[in-house]
């Protein structure tokens, strides 16, 4: 909820109504008002009280705002991709993009499963408008550092989740600060 609209509740006012009449703009942390619409709204608040508002910290969020929000960050991160470099060291980089998504993942499985049938298994990747072949050991690799990927992001959350329970966790910043996973793996 922004300054204005606790402002509004705060002061017994028709919060639907209040929501209707005004605008509202949040830039680097400071909320304004855009606009109003006074006939929905009835009598306005004095500049005076804009002002008194406009000052007014953020509230803090809620329990389930910062669960909602933790879960949509995993879920980003889920759907985000992970880049790997599939080269050997030593060996000039050969980074392939793999898709995070439940799509992607269950693709992604399915090579690896017949990679550990047979070592001799190659596939092509596409990505960027090319095929990259990839062999037997690169998808596995890959396949297990895109697992541990997904893993962590659930770790995380988890951890996150019980912060939030135990009063720990309060506020965005701290679940932006939590230990995420990176999206990018070492080499194979």
Do not use: C
Not at 17 to 39: H, I, P, Q
Not at 119 to 131: E, H, L, Y
Not at 148 to 162: C, G, R, S
Request: glycine share 10%; proline share 5%; hydrophobic share 45%.
């Amino acid at each position: 909820m922004n300054p204005f609209m606790y402002y509004a509740e705060a002061h017994g006012m028709d919060i639907a109504s209040f929501s209707k009449a005004a605008g509202f703009l949040n830039v680097g942390g400071t909320w304004s008002v855009t606009e109003w619409d006074w006939s929905a709204l009835g009598t306005p608040p004095s500049a005076e009280d804009l002002a008194k508002v406009a000052a007014l910290p953020e509230p803090a969020p809620t329990s389930a705002q910062l669960v909602a929000y933790a879960e949509a960050k995993q879920a980003s991160l889920l759907s985000g991709g992970f880049s790997f470099n599939i080269a050997a060291p030593g060996q000039p980089e050969n980074v392939i993009l793999a898709d995070t998504d439940l799509s992607g993942r269950t693709n992604l499985n399915g090579l690896v499963d017949l990679a550990k049938l047979d070592d001799g298994f190659t596939s092509v990747w596409v990505q960027g408008g090319k095929g990259v072949t990839v062999t037997a050991p690169e998808i596995i690799a890959l396949g297990v550092a895109v697992g541990k990927f997904v893993v962590a992001t659930y770790q995380t959350l988890a951890a996150v989740f019980a912060g939030i329970s135990g009063g720990s966790i309060t506020t965005i910043a701290q679940i932006d600060a939590a230990s995420w996973p990176s999206n990018t793996g070492a080499s194979a």
